[in-house]
């Protein structure tokens, strides 16, 4: 019972049990109106044939020089003819005279058949059809003895009146027992149990077929999600089965992939951190051991070993001191001050900061602001974002070349800030990488730094509740583009 596709083959099972069942109790209930309906139908049939028959009777017994036979024997001759060839025996059809009341006169039922005698038809259909040589008429009999029937009142011929003298015979009366629920469970229980059986196999089979559609893809997925489990990322499932199950499996792929990226991306990170600490600290290493051991002996080959010691040592430790900074505001553990920031005190201070190397690399800085001036958020924080993307800018923008800080209000409540420059540019397979860790452009040569600028200023930008992004065409310059809450908007929780 645990296996989801034997589950689901049971339920199946038990839906078209009790449809099944249904469907048989309500055929049930509708038979006895049906049956009914089907013994109306062959008394009205049988009903035509009466005065044919009784004429005959008459013509047949005067020819043979018989004499003419009474009424109670052409009853009876009639009620023989009837019943020859009934399924259900010669005690089925009974045969009646009614008068203008309704009263039958006389009567014979073949057989141990209850008698009619006296019993009053009650007609169910349009009398006025109950005419001369007309056709019958629905009707029903509750006879003295027995359970009630069901009749067809035909009116008789002239030739057939003759014989009931005496009598107010007006018609002749064809009737048997209404249908039972037994009788009719004994007629078409048969073909019930053999349309059943036939449906029960097609519904195993398809319920089989249906339950391995929905089970094998699952089964699938948990098979790939244990292969993911021992380390195979690499693992697929394809999109089989229901719109639901396709759609489990297209998010399965799609959660491997991520899993997969992250996996490279901790391997590259170990790679690249490894990488950026290892120079330093065999420089560390050489240049203390030569000091140690006696190889630089001299007071200006010490004071220069000492020197690079102590710049290998910050620059190890601005590495870990960046990780750490990356690390604190991924996780929330920094939190962004809610303050007003005014955008012209801010762009005022980030120029003065790089006025000197504007004069210095003979590059122009353009700061343009319009729009709101006002936002909300961290001054500190914003500022290093600004100085990490002008940095960049600079480094990369050429003697003559341009670079441009602007900022204007895209939507109300929004700012958006730019800063773009005239340099060498970055090739398009590279763009999309730019805020990982550790990542540097093949395209751009003068990169310094360990490559985290980037990474912490989105993270920065994110914890302020915007995005950033980045454009470039290689030969004609590179452009950040990131948006802000602007003052009066609650700000975002820190991006995790």
Known sequence: MGSLQVRLFLTYLVIIGVTLGLAAVSLFLLLGGYRDEISYGNLEDVSTLIN??????????????????????????LSAAFNQGDPVGTRNTAVAVVDRSGRVIDSASPGEGARLDGAVVELTGDQANATDGGQGV??????????????????????VLEKFPGTDATAIVVARPAAGLGEVLGDLMPRLLSSGLIGVAAALVLGFLLSQSVAAPLRNIARAARSVARGNYRQRVPATGPAEVRDLAANFNRMTEEVQRSQQTLRDFLAN???????????????????????????????????IISNESNRVLRLVEELLDLSRIESGQVSMRQEEVDIRELFGHVEEIFALRSEESGVHLDVQLSGRTTIRGDFDRLEQVLNNLLDNAFRHTPSEGTVRLVSREVQPGLLQVTVSDTGEGIPLDDVPHLFERFYRANGRPNGKGHGLGLAITREIVRAHGGDIWATSEPGRGTTFVFTLPAAGRPLARPAR
């Open 52 to 77: 044919d028959k009784a004429n005959f009777e008459l013509r047949d017994a005067a020819e043979s020089g018989n004499g003419t036979p009474d009424g109670q024997y052409l009853l009876l001759v």
């Open 138 to 159: 629905r009707c029903r009999i509750d006879p003295p003895e027995g359970p009630p029937l069901i009749c067809v009142s035909t009116p008789l011929s002239t030739a």
């Open 273 to 307: 951190i490894s990488h950026e600490l290892k120079t330093p600290l065999t420089s560390i290493r050489g240049f203390s051991e030569a000091m140690l051991d006696g190889t630089v002996d001299d007071p200006a080959g010490v004071e220069r070993s000492a020197r």
